[in-house]
């Protein structure tokens, strides 16, 4: 997600200087470009050579090194930066970034950068409270730089309390909300469903299927870093909920109705990924149901379709995209589903296609509205949502020049 995105990593003098190794690893997953600036102090805790070795770029330390790479480097490396970030970031360098002191090469690159930039103190508790630290992280974000909130918990100075510093997976989030893509959502509010719903049979047992809610989450997570406000209404799931997302933890299909209908009136897109019983048990027992001679039966009955419900209370510029999982006939299932759910899109996946279905992180969707039908073909959840919103926005821009 960061093709071609040069990131400049700051490294101060703190023990989670470690941790900035991890960072790379999970930019240049990423596909990013890294380069790596340490103060002298940061280099007493971890050598220039691992980073050196983990980026593939010459790590600066010294403002007055030999081995010039540009002419100009602090304006060079500034001007290059997609976004910088701090990490570890400490209450020295918070001070002198607060006061405009460029009296190093970090300081100076991070003044003279006009990208997005972000901060990860990392200090002892007391340093992190001090009103001094606190007002100068105050006085960063009113600079629009962004804070990222240390953690708490056991320190390395053996004090129990906020200041440490996120691990990367947290770190690379941040950076992806941040640049990954272009915010083409901004001001827009979506609502996506996940995952499976549970009916209870009795207090041990439950109805389920095998969704893993990684296809909502996908389109959750690719809605907030394009820029929109999300709710995500999620089924049980062992999955952690995508970053800066709202999510509404529900447990049956008449939860997720219930969610739903509460959250349908206030967005502009709905995505209705999760995988809903169509069925429930008449009566739940109260009791553990023993098991006794012979065969048992449940008597089930039909759940309310939350998408028929949220289609009588539509408003005309919404977009509402269905989501329909099949074994056979799939587009024409599919675009029957359509037309019964007033949908205006259905992603169509069969269960029969290799790359596509529960669990898996790729997927082979079809788009189907009403006069167009993409093939996307096996892509990862990831690259199928941003696929999906594109189109949506497409539908919705249709929307808006009819109105
Ligand atoms: N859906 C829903 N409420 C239900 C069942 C399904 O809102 N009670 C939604 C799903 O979230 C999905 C779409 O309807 O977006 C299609 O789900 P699917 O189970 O494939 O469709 P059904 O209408 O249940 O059709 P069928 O059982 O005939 O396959």
New binding site residues.
Partial sequence: MLKGKTIVLGVTGGIAAYKAVYLISALKKQNANVHVIMTEHAAEFITPLTFETRSGNRCIVDMFEKHFEYDVKHISLAKAADLMIIAPATANFIAKAANGIADDMLTTVFLAAKCPKLVAPAMNTAMYENPATQANLERLADYGIKIIEPDSGLLACGDEGKGKMPEHDVLLEHILDTIAFKKDMNGLKVLV?AGPTQEAIDPVRYITNHSSGKMGYALARVCRMRGAEVILVSGRTSLDAPFGVKRVDVVS?QDMHDAVLEYAPSVDMIF???????YTPLEVADHKIKKQDGDMSILLKR?????ADVAKIRRPDQVIC?????TENLIE?SRS?LKR?SLDMICANSLRTEGAGFQVDTNVVTLITADDMIELGILSKAETAYRIVDKALELRSGKLVKA
Avoid at 303 to 307: F, G, H, K, R, Y
């Fill in positions: 469903t299909s209705k990924a999760a995988a809903v019983a169509d759940t309310s379709d939350i998408l269905g989501f329909a999982m099949e299932n589903k759910k």
